[in-house]
């Protein structure tokens, strides 16, 4: 059960890749760059070969920041924050409580993720609605 829970997290992780190469972002420098990360941080995140733990809150943070990153990236991201603090990745309540304290409060109304899963999926909503090709939401 565990390695299912690791194994969604690794396939998350690298569809933040997939989200970069499709937005042009082919080469390792421009993936970096935006993802407002280092060329080696950033080749650590990409390569999705995380023990247990995934991507650190700070990482979480630094990425939401990049001015460059683009919109499915973001929601990628988003998605990832919401799946883990739900706890769907294995992780703890006091791993997960971790996590969570490890927010910028400053970040969060600029990442779009205000702290609580509501304002997480709601976001993550938006974004597959703009990206799945959908041209015109019904009431």
């Given at each position: 059960?565990?390695?299912?829970?690791?194994?969604?997290?690794?396939?998350?992780?690298?569809?933040?890749?997939?989200?970069?190469?499709?937005?042009?972002?082919?080469?390792?420098?421009?993936?970096?760059?935006?993802?407002?990360?280092?060329?080696?941080?950033?080749?650590?995140?990409?390569?999705?070969?995380?023990?247990?733990?995934?991507?650190?809150?700070?990482?979480?943070?630094?990425?939401?920041?990049?001015?460059?990153?683009?919109?499915?990236?973001?929601?990628?991201i988003?998605?990832?924050?919401?799946?883990?603090?739900?706890?769907l990745?294995?992780?703890?309540?006091?791993?997960?409580r971790?996590?969570?304290?490890?927010?910028?409060?400053?970040?969060?109304?600029h990442?779009?993720?205000?702290?609580?899963?509501?304002?997480?999926?709601?976001?993550?909503?938006?974004?597959?609605?703009?990206?799945?090709?959908?041209?015109?939401?019904?009431?």
């Amino acid at each position: 059960m565990i390695s299912e829970m690791k194994a969604r997290q690794s396939c998350k992780i690298r569809e933040l890749g997939d989200a970069l190469t499709t937005a042009g972002f082919l080469t390792l420098d421009e993936q970096a760059r935006a993802l407002g990360l280092s060329r080696s941080t950033a080749w650590a995140v990409l390569k999705a070969n995380h023990k247990t733990s995934g991507l650190a809150a700070g990482t979480i943070n630094q990425m939401l920041s990049s001015p460059e990153l683009p919109p499915r990236a973001r929601g990628t991201i988003l998605t990832y924050v919401d799946e883990k603090l739900a706890g769907l990745y294995g992780h703890n309540k006091t791993q997960l409580r971790r996590f969570a304290a490890g927010f910028d409060p400053c970040n969060r109304s600029h990442s779009l993720f205000a702290g609580n899963v509501l304002v997480a999926t709601l976001a993550w909503i938006i974004v597959r609605l703009f990206t799945s090709g959908a041209t015109r939401i019904r009431p």
